[in-house]
């Protein structure tokens, strides 16, 4: 009976350690808290900001009518600051430390930042994250 025993309680251990780790990287298949390998800004946006925003960053994706706000066109920041991409806000706004239009950062629009730093050894990679997805962002600034 001990070996049976033993065998509840190492399978046990493997369920608690598993649904703990299931909550910190969060419920895969969930579009707004699944965590793609890549940190790479092109990847994240297919990823994350184009169903909303479309593939080119024109406010035109497959979900952009659906919603209540808008999405928009993400080519145009810089033209919208003065000339200038606004790398920094961007970050904030990605990160979630910077309020912006009613659509980013409601159940329609998730914040990604957290979401990019959501597993703990992970922290590092999540800032990563959002400065290069920032820097996509500058790269299909319209000319």
């Not at 969060?26 to 994350?48: M, V």
């Not at 406010?59 to 009518?65: F, H, Q, T, V």
Request: glycine share 14%.
């Amino acid at each position: 009976m001990g070996g049976a025993v033993g065998g509840l309680m190492v399978c046990g251990s493997f369920l608690v350690c598993g649904l703990s780790w299931a909550q910190q990287a969060g419920a895969p298949g969930t579009a707004t808290e699944r965590l793609i390998d890549s940190i790479q800004g092109p990847g994240l946006y297919a990823e994350y900001c184009a169903v909303c925003h479309g593939k080119e960053g024109k406010g035109d994706g497959p979900m952009a009518k659906a919603l209540k706000v808008t999405p928009p066109d993400l080519t145009h920041l810089a033209a919208r600051s003065g000339g200038r991409f606004p790398a920094e806000r961007v970050q904030k706004i990605i990160a979630g430390k910077e309020q912006v239009s009613a659509g980013h950062g409601t159940r329609e629009m998730p914040v990604w930042g957290p979401i990019f730093s959501q597993i703990a050894w992970d922290q590092d990679l999540g800032q990563i994250r959002v400065y290069n997805l920032a820097k996509y962002l500058e790269k299909i600034q319209a000319k």
